[in-house]
Structures are given as structure tokens and as C-alpha cells.
């Protein structure tokens, strides 16, 4: 299909086409702890990881927002492959921050190509002429099963004394890095985030993007992609990838709620559970929750839309209101998710039980370091008491 014929409700539509065969695949995702090639497939298919790519490269380029949708949609329906969707998808975003060679190397003979990463610098990066060399280890790289290239996050040391070590995203081949299969967890289990290994690999300048730049929203690749898309910042569009499959999770798990109370029998009295006052509480809190999660995470995209088309700063307290709003996002998905998981009663503790796939999963995707509310709050509140911005990742 053509890409100029794909708009933001037929990929809303098609998200919602394929929920069921992705359902039905999560057994497979949870056996092979990393998503069936059927729905990496799909995904292409349906132009998904395209969603956020540049027109230049065959990419859609549309708003945030459909971005977010999508994985939301398929998140109720296996929390794994949103996860993967999300994570990967927003990597063609970054991409297009890179300098023009950066491109040309990743998109050049095939559009397709997808990208893992590692951020959290935990190897080791020295300067080189003409760039860098690295080393170690990095994990929780999701879907990197799947992924040609990798984004891995490094601190590059200072040129001179006195300056501090400076963010940056490196871009490696699949030649340069070994996979090594350690995902063995309780839940979110087909994302498949095994660790990433280097040993002493060169990377040049141009496969490199500075944390700054993302920050400043002035990065090499805004000459050559000048959508308001990639006028965002870095951390804006990259918190969201990795906090919206919650959301996702809370109202995949209020689906089957719904479906097993509305029949439910009480084993003790032989009651119909879907009169009982706490029951139907439950559920309209979660219904109300959901809904204002999703109307917040819109409503912040389209105040950021709308100054990146006007050409606007945007305001570093709302950036850090923004942010926080992400990770708040997670843990309200998650007492929604723990709510409907106790009102569900015995039955739901069962491994066959969605509940219990969806309580496993929510409390996964809360451990990311992103989706931890605290540090953000913090720093939030200290700038509106008017200390120093701790947090450049907004």
C-alpha cells in the first residue's frame, strides 16, 4: 500500500485487526521469550514501525499521538508485543537525529531495518580519531532478537579537565555486538531484552548523537528532517515509547475483567458477582483512570505539537510536568491493574487467568528506570521551588 494512503485511522484499524492473532500468540512469545516472527511480520506489514520514520525513508511520520494509540491497542492485547512496538518504532525517531550518514548506513538498501538499544551507560567509551571505541555490557535490550543495528547509551570522557563526562547514543551493526540470551523473567517475558556485548568496537563521529543536542532539540538530523515531529525532545517522545504499553495493560485488564464479572457466580453464596457494590466500583474506577491517562498523554502531545509547528520554545517546566505525567501514567496503570486483580478472587491467581498475565506484566513495565515516578517528582518540585534542573532527559 501506498504511503500516502495510510492515515492515522487505518492504522488505529489495523492495530485493532490484529489484536486476536496476537492474543493468540502469546503462548508462543512466553515459551520462545521473545516475539514470533509472525508478528514482527505483522507489524511491518501494517506500516507500524514506520509510524514515527521520515518521509524521506518511506517513513509515515505522523503525530505522537497515533504513535501511542497503536501501542496502546496493542497492548490489551499482549503487552509484549507493545512493549517490543514501542521501544523499536521510536528508534526510526532518533534515527532521524543523526547526521545524514548515520542515515544512509542504516535505511540506504533497506528502509525495514529495525534498531534495538541499551541506554544506561554501562560500558566503557574512550575517544579515537574520528570517533570512539567501546566495551561491556549492556541490557534489556528488547526485540534485539530482531534488530539489525543497536543504539547503546555511553558517558564520552571530557577533552579537557574540569568538564563533565557528556551523554551520548551510539549507533553499532549487528556485526559489532553479540547477543546473549539471559531474559528469563516473570513477566513481559516474550520482549525477548537479552543483554548486548562488545568488545572494543570502533564508532565513528557521525554514528553518534549527543544527549544535549535531543535536549536543545538541535541535533544534526533537524536540517535534513525538518518535520515538526523531530522537533520534540529526545526524552518527550522516548519516555512515552516505554510508559504507554501500560496503559494498554490496564484496559487489556479491565477488558477481562469485565468479561469474567459479568457472568461470575460467587462460590460461597452463589451470588451474582456483577450486583456486588465493590465489583462495580472497581470497574468504574478503572474505566474513569483509563480514560484520564488517556486524555492527559493527548493533551500533552498536543500542546507539544503545536509549538513545535509554530516554531515555539517549550517552556522546561511544563517539559518536566510532562515527564513526570509519564511515569505517573505507569503506576496509576498499575493500581488499576492490582485492583481488578483482587476483586477477581481466587480464580485469577490461575496461570490460565489474562488477570494474572496482566498483573505480572504491569509490574514489569513499572520496573523500568523511566517509569519510576520519584526521581521525576523530585526534580520537578525542586525547579518549582526553584532549584536546578537535575534531569536533561525531558
Known sequence: MATESITPATLKARAAALAPALTERIPEADQR???PDATIADFQDAGFFRMLQPSRWGGLEVDPQTFYDVQMTVGAACPSSAWVLGVVAVHAWQLALFPLPAQEE????DR???ISSSYAPTGKVTRAPGGYRISGRWSFSSGSDHCQ???LGGLVPPDAEGKPPEMRTFLLPRRDYKIEDTWHTMGLRG???NDVVVDDVFVPEHRTHRLVDGFKRSSPGNELNPAPLYRLPFGQVFVRSVSTTALGIAQGALDA?????ASRIAASDGAKVALDPSAQTVAAYAAGVIEDLRATLHRNFDELMAQARA???MPLERRLKFRLDSSLAVQRSLEVVDALFTESGGRAIFTSSALHRYFLDIHCARAHYANNPEKSARNFGGVLLQQKNTDFFV
Not at 542504516?106 to 538498501?109: E, F, L, T
Not at 475483567?257 to 464479572?261: A, E, G, L, S
Open 112 to 114: 525495514s531495518v529495525l
Open 191 to 193: 520482549t525477548g531484552s
Open 106 to 109: 542504516v535505511w540506504g538498501k
Open 257 to 261: 475483567y469485565r468479561k469474567n464479572t
Open 33 to 35: 521469550r521473545r516475539l
Open 149 to 151: 543495528w543497536v543504539f
Open 311 to 313: 516554531g515555539e520554545d
